[in-house]
């Protein structure tokens, strides 16, 4: 190999380096930004009116910002299940909406009208098990998760009702300042009894997890 195509290959890992660098202290610095206003906003975590998977009375909770459209979302779903399972009495999942992308508003206010129901998980898995069929970012088909969601069990002609109601709009509109607030900007985005993830991944939740439970051990 020539002496030129080495200066440019060591040329090459020389910015891929300082980039990764970069990367890397920008990721933290909003990290540490978004420590230091979730810990000044600590009320808007959780609200009255989020969904609760788990044990109400387990001290370890996951706050889970949430996108029914979000292919990331769909695919977190059944790692945090699992960790819920791992520790069946200590953790709890705390649902908040993060509608992101088009339509997402509308299959919200689908989950909260299941709820109403008696049948959020059943309509929830429902509805990430055919997210590919109506989850376009560009042209969602929102009648395919209604669809979907009558194939579940829920009474879809009540379900539309209760979507118009207006405290469908005012849970919607609260989990949105909520999340503007907390500077949350994708999804999923995971707290951990308020404690954000080191970098994203599952394996970083799962030992944040481990870390909130053992403390309740020592």
């Known amino acids: 190999m020539s002496a030129k ?9 020389v910015v891929a380096l300082f980039f990764y660098l970069g990367m890397s202290a920008y990721q933290k610095r909003v990290q540490i ?49 699992s ?17 992101f992308h088009q339509g997402s ?12 129901q008696g049948k959020y998980q059943t309509v929830l898995e429902a509805v990430l098990a055919a997210q590919p069929a109506w989850a376009d970012h560009g042209q969602p088909n929102i009648e395919t998760a209604f669809k979907v969601a009558e194939q579940a069990g829920l009474d ?30 994708k999804t999923p985005t995971f707290f951990v009894n308020g404690r954000s993830l080191p970098s994203f991944g599952p394996d970083q939740l799962a030992a944040l997890v481990a870390d909130e439970v053992g403390k309740l051990k020592r």
């Open 5 to 13: 195509k080495l200066t440019v290959i060591g040329l090459v890992a």
């Open 33 to 81: 930004a978004q420590d230091v206003q979730v810990k000044a906003e600590q009320t808007r975590l959780v609200r009255m009116h989020s969904p609760v998977f788990g044990p109400q009375a387990g001290q370890v909770t996951i706050v889970e910002f949430f996108d029914p459209a979000c292919e990331t979302c769909r695919a977190f779903y059944p790692i945090v299940k």
């Open 83 to 99: 960790l819920m399972a791992q520790y069946p009495s200590d953790v709890k999942l705390v649902i908040r909406y993060a509608p």
């Open 105 to 116: 508003d509308v299959v919200v206010k689908l989950l909260e009208a299941a709820r109403s």
């Open 156 to 185: 879809l002609t009540q379900a539309r009702q209760d979507m118009e109601k207006p405290g469908m709009q005012a849970l919607l509109q609260q989990d949105i300042e909520d999340l503007t607030a907390l500077q949350v900007t």
